[in-house]
């Protein structure tokens, strides 16, 4: 797309026209017929890339006129309220950015494609009307008139349909999908549907995986350009990764690592360390050197995110050659002070954040804060990307109002140790040959090696809550699948619009894609979802009740 200045000096050109574009309705659709010049020496403009040219008006006609004045300004200008841009989408995807978005990620996507083809991955498309599966998420559902009382679900990703293909003698597999599912929204998560880089490989180990998924994103790396990516890869399990950072996705572009502090405040004269610690909680920790410079404003925007993220109690210690300052330096005595020194090899200027209570709301606040601190100190660099791996995920978790053991990750993930882990180790400790590929603090993806092994998968979806019964009406046709044999096979699904923020340098996952909804999961243009008359519902067989008690 380009601006061309026109030239209207034609006596054949209709006066009313003519003013009729001298109003100011710069969207309205015109027809100009006419001759191509180029401009005199003076008039020639550098900043246009048909600056040395213009266009002499012949014919000119009004196809379209546009409404004035518009909901927001189209060309330059500030940025308009999201929820009015998405209100006039049409609109908004005039703009220049919008317009470069789109053509970039059809770039992207191209790129993708002509990548795995050239690599032996075959393009599959898989059904958008299947069933309902346990994958973590809530399910779209979509009713049917021929079935009345039956339901299709949309599928929150291909993840069956991909191990179906595996046992059908597809070797490599991939596919740009769409997934659903009913889920909020927030920065890097768009709810509703997105789009996925679906692959999976018959006949492999994690290392191959690994191995193309940084094939691949260094060859987008190189192609797309404007990003400088940290290579290789590092790689951290999930332990290391809740311990250091306390997050599975962590931005690992720079330090600030958390520690654990609770045996060394066991017996604290501080009652919020000794009560925490008491109550089961953990006392946690990380030192920012020369963050003793923030001001008081500024830790107290820190306490306010900490709050945010459950934890009430955000202690600092700011250290200087004058001694200690802050909410610890009153209440600990001088061997603490030392303590916290030795910990953190801190020197003076270094600023000391503490968090106690539940280990899982500790690591929640601090790292939240251990981010808004790297952006203020300048330390997550936009240009940078650092992809890394997560490795050796538990398949299982406590529910904690429930108390009941659930699947933490893919359910259809193969343990280390394969049915011996599942029959003889407690369930929290089975660890599943699963990882997550992260960047800056974002996760793009997760994968495994899939369990392949009937009597497996049987036993590990029983330790997870379902009986045999329920796995063969759920599953049966996996189990069916796996009895007539089926490779060792493995894959992953980073998210298309989650690379794309990172590698447009975008902050809302929204901004990349052409049709978003919005944080409630609507589409204000379309008025998405809606009432459907009540002729249809009744042709669904679904009566509508309790709505807003």
Request: overall charge negative; aromatic content about 8%; charged content about 25%.
């Amino acid at each position: 797309d380009c601006l061309t200045q026109v030239v209207v000096q034609s006596p054949d050109v209709d006066e009313t026209t003519v003013q009729s574009l001298m109003r100011p309705n710069p969207e309205s659709i015109l027809s100009i017929e006419g001759v191509v010049r180029s401009r005199p020496p003076s008039h020639v403009n550098p900043n246009l890339a048909t600056g040395e040219i213009e266009v002499l008006a012949q014919a000119l006609e009004v196809l379209s006129p546009a409404a004035y004045p518009p909901p927001f300004p189209i060309g330059k200008g500030p940025e308009a309220n999201e929820e009015l841009r998405l209100y006039y989408r049409f609109l908004d995807l005039r703009r220049q950015k919008m317009r470069d978005m789109l053509v970039q990620r059809q770039r992207f996507c191209q790129l993708i494609r002509e990548s795995f083809s050239a690599r032996g991955f075959v393009e599959i498309h898989t059904p958008i009307l299947s069933n309902s599966t346990p994958e973590g998420a809530r399910d779209f559902i979509v009713p049917s008139r021929l079935h009345p009382g039956r339901f299709y679900a949309l599928p929150q990703a291909p993840q069956q349909w991909k191990q179906i293909l595996m046992a059908s003698g597809v070797d490599r597999y991939f596919q740009i999908a769409p997934c659903f599912r009913d889920e909020p929204a927030r920065a890097d998560r768009t709810p509703g549907e997105f789009y996925q880089l679906d692959i999976e490989m018959a006949f492999v180990e994690e290392e191959d995986v690994l191995r193309e998924v940084e094939s691949l994103v260094l060859e987008i790396g190189h192609r797309f350009g404007g990003k400088r990516i940290v290579d290789p890869f590092p790689r951290i399990t999930f332990k290391d990764a809740m311990e250091r950072y306390g997050t599975d996705k962590p931005d690992m572009r720079f330090g600030l690592e958390l520690q654990t502090l609770t045996p060394q405040f066991k017996s604290s004269n501080m009652r919020f360390l000794r009560d925490a610690i008491e109550e089961g909680g953990t006392v946690r920790g990380f030192a920012v050197p020369g963050g003793a410079r923030f001001s008081r404003r500024e830790l107290g925007e820190f306490q306010k995110l900490s709050k945010e993220s459950g934890v009430q109690s955000l202690a600092w210690l700011a250290l200087s050659p004058e001694g200690a300052r802050g909410s610890l330096a009153a209440r600990m005595d001088k061997g603490e002070i030392e303590v916290l020194r030795k910990a953190f090899e801190a020197q003076d200027g270094t600023l000391v954040l503490l968090g106690a209570g539940p280990r899982k709301q500790i690591d929640t606040a601090l790292s939240a804060v251990r981010l808004e601190i790297g952006n203020r100190l300048g330390l997550r660099d936009p240009d940078t990307l650092m992809f890394g791996w997560v490795l050796d995920f538990p398949i299982y978790e406590e529910d904690p109002e429930t108390g009941q053991i659930i699947f933490s990750h893919n359910p259809f993930s193969m343990p280390k140790g394969g049915l011996e882990a599942l029959n003889t180790l407690h369930p929290l400790e089975i660890i599943g040959q699963q990882y997550d590929l992260v960047c800056n603090g974002i996760e793009i993806s997760s994968g495994a090696i899939r369990n392949n092994i009937p009597e497996a998968m049987y036993r590990a979806f029983e330790i997870g809550g379902y009986s045999r019964a329920q796995m063969d009406s759920l599953f049966g046709h996996m189990i069916r699948m796996y009895e007539y044999g089926a490779p060792p096979h493995g894959g992953i699904a980073p998210g298309i619009e989650r690379l794309l923020m990172l590698f447009l340098s975008e902050t809302s996952i929204r901004e990349v894609i052409p049709f978003p909804k919005n944080q409630k999961c609507e589409d204000v243009m379309v008025n998405a979802p809606s009432e459907l008359p009540a002729e249809q519902l009744r042709e669904l067989g679904i009566f509508v009740s309790g709505i807003g008690s």
